[in-house]
């Protein structure tokens, strides 16, 4: 109910306050107003736009996530205006996109983002974000692997991840191997702790797992 709220608010406000804007000769019109760049605004705008993200999901109410995920689309917008080929851009676009449920468009720039960089680790671990927020545990699965491979080996949130979805298709060994992956990057956490605790005390032999995978095996020996 809360995401539906939020979700009607941002559009109201983004509807109403968010003309797309027209690109000429070194500026960009925006509600109106002419902006002419310069040197170093990208990184002063993308700044911006990554406090405002930051902002958004610590605020609790509807309109201040609604302010801060406007203001923040405005400013990766811009970006994206100054450097077409900004990855940060479309990553930030999509995770907007996402966040207020339309999801053919947060795909459609996370794909930029991946046509211009496929081997981005922030891309593809925000792409796995996506997924695993709709459910789609293997598509999740496949992104955290990207960004783990690209980069983000020693990042907590991935291996923990990565641990979570393999719990989930009850893969106990890979499931364990990530959670102390990421115990190992945060040894004071108490809850990784006990997750590994309690996956040691279960037996990987009758996990579905196991038995999926050498049903697999088995049916491949009798052909």
């Not at 797309?20 to 040197?39: D, H, I, P, R, V």
């Not at 680790?121 to 960004?147: C, E, H, S, V």
């Amino acid at each position: 109910m809360i995401k539906k709220l939020i979700y009607i608010s941002i559009l109201i406000i983004l509807c109403g306050n968010f003309a797309l804007a027209k690109t000429q000769s070194g500026g960009l019109e925006y509600n109106s107003y002419k902006y002419t760049f310069k040197s170093g605004d990208e990184q002063k705008f993308l700044k911006q736009a990554n406090v405002d993200m930051l902002l958004f999901e610590k605020s609790e109410l509807i309109t201040q996530k609604a302010y801060y995920l406007q203001d923040a689309m405005r400013y990766f917008y811009m970006v994206s205006q100054i450097n077409p080929k900004s990855v940060d851009a479309q990553v930030g676009l999509a995770r907007i996109y996402d966040e207020i449920q339309l999801d053919n468009y947060a795909k459609k720039h996370f794909y930029v983002g991946l046509d211009f960089d496929n081997k981005n680790p922030k891309t593809n671990f925000y792409f796995a974000n996506f997924y695993y927020k709709r459910k789609d545990l293997i598509n999740a699965l496949t992104y955290y692997k990207k960004a783990y491979e690209y980069g983000y080996s020693n990042n907590v949130e991935v291996n923990y991840m990565m641990g979570t979805i393999y719990e989930k298709l009850a893969d106990i060994e890979n499931s364990k191997k990530f959670y102390a992956n990421a115990l190992a990057l945060n040894p004071t956490n108490e809850e990784l702790n006990i997750k590994i605790r309690l996956l040691d005390e279960l037996n990987y032999s009758q996990s579905q797992y196991y038995l999926y995978s050498n049903s697999g095996k088995r049916k491949k020996r009798d052909k």
